[in-house]
């Protein structure tokens, strides 16, 4: 992951070997399941609405992160993605 002005920023290669990048929406640790997750959106350079994504982050020793897909039948961990991100539309329609 990478951060440039003041964001943070995953970069990934698609199957065509093209560049994507992707900017962190938020971390979050999930005390209940004991994992850590990484909210990302498409970088756009406009005001449009952006698919967000999620994946949980595996810290490795060396100090690089993995990030992992979540199980598409893991109700669990997609409540809790989804608590969070209806707590920060509230944080962005009071702002």
Do not use: C
Request: charged share 40%; glycine share 4%; aromatic share 6%.
């Amino acid at each position: 992951m990478t951060e440039e002005h003041n964001h943070e920023h995953i970069v990934a290669i698609d199957e065509n070997g093209n560049e994507i990048v992707f900017a962190v929406i938020s971390r979050v640790y999930s005390e209940e399941l004991d994992k850590n997750y990484v909210l990302f959106a498409e970088h756009a350079d406009s005001d449009e609405a952006v698919e967000v994504q999620a994946a949980e982050v595996i810290e490795h020793e060396d100090g690089d992160d993995e990030l992992v897909g979540i199980d598409p039948e893991s109700d669990k961990e997609w409540e809790f993605i989804e608590s969070v991100l209806a707590e920060l539309a509230d944080e962005e329609e009071e702002a």
